[in-house]
């Protein structure tokens, strides 16, 4: 007896539905989600399953975690002080780190860098450093070292990795002008530029919301005022407006004040673009349904804002200060790059690349330009990540 075609497609139709509703294994990126789940899914757990699906958004996010990490234990990880000079290895060469040593008995794990064997060049009247195969300086974990506090509150003088031989040159990624390791200078830095364009985003965070969310919800001579603020700033070219805000800060200020006048700078320009948004946002909802029964209910405009308003679009916040971050550390980076930003002894990416202004200095140690790679890495993992955040931000789109 032959089989109705419809009976078929409905047997078809009915498996494939079955599938679908397959629970998905826990902990399996990507992995189909059912219906029924979806129905009773929160809306964060909604965004999570859109975020992971996107491939360099979860590679961002570990980057950009391990990034923050470093900057959390940079006392720890490098494997020297920032500020320490060795007059004899100016524009020292970067070292190979040997993993294996091979001797008599046979090919060992035990990681070495060979030592420098050094000349005068007569006609260029500077010194050039050669790998002398002859010596060689070990390189251990865990090792003694300089103290500090980590985190500033624990006493430790232990660094990842360092030079068995306190003395020893072990310059992985080359010397400076002073003689100072490249390697633990670029460690240092990350906390600097990474932690400012947090303190950054915070407060362009806050002003961003506060004027944005006045402007969108009086309307009339408030919203006037401020965008046509917002207008001015954002018609002014960035560069000679940082830079005459930089010029406003005294050359005897000390760095700490002199990072959070920086910081309040790129705050006071890095806000208008939120503030943009967020008066949208709460244009379009200043007539919903849960916002008139709020003030129905008695609420004042405070509470109606930041309870009932600013939550409705909180992923959409975070989405926006995910994305505003890089625009913190290039802004840093510029200004310090420039010589109007962060100052040495502060240690940064941007006061790193400002010794690479020299054309001959990079000419001689082109190593001086590697303080842009963490640049180019943290900006990239973050807009990934921030693009990841925004798609996520609506869980119901395609």
Known sequence: ?????????????????????????????????????????????????????????????????????????VEFLAPFPRGVYEARYTYAPPQ???LFERTEQGVR?????????????????????????????????LVRGAPYKLIGLFPSDRHLFGPLEQEAPMYLLGADRL????????????????????VGVVLSLFLGILLGGLSGYYGGAVDLLIQRVIEFLRGIPTIPLWMGLAAAIPLDWPPLRVYFGITLILSLIGW??????????????RTEDFVIAARLDGSSEVRTIMRYMVP???????????????????????????????????VSWGVLLNEAQNIRSVATAPWLLLPGVPIIAAVLSLNFLGDGLRDAADPYGR
């Open 1 to 73: 007896m032959r089989t109705p075609l419809n009976h078929l497609v409905n047997q078809k139709t009915r498996v494939s539905k079955t599938a679908d509703l397959t629970p998905p294994k826990p902990g399996t990126p990507g992995a189909p989600v059912s219906e029924q789940r979806v129905e009773m899914a929160g809306q964060w757990q909604l965004m999570w399953w859109k975020f992971r699906k996107h491939k360099l958004a979860m590679i961002g996010s570990a980057v950009t975690l391990l990034i923050y990490l470093v900057a959390l234990f």
């Open 96 to 98: 190979a780190l040997h």
């Open 312 to 346: 409705s679009f909180l992923s959409h916040i975070i989405a926006a200060i995910t994305l505003a971050i890089p625009q913190m550390i290039l802004s840093e980076t510029s200004l310090s790059f420039l010589g109007i930003g962060l100052r040495p002894p502060v």
């Open 272 to 285: 208008t673009g939120l503030a943009r948004e967020v008066r949208s946002r709460f244009l379009s909802m």
């Open 109 to 141: 794990f035990r990681p070495f860098v060979y030592g420098y064997k050094v000349t005068i060049d007569e006609v260029a009247i500077r010194r050039v450093f050669e790998i002398d195969t002859s010596q060689k300086h070990y390189v251990g974990l």
């Open 179 to 198: 003689g100072r390791d490249m390697l633990s200078r670029i460690i240092y830095g990350t906390r600097i530029s990474m932690s400012i364009g947090l």
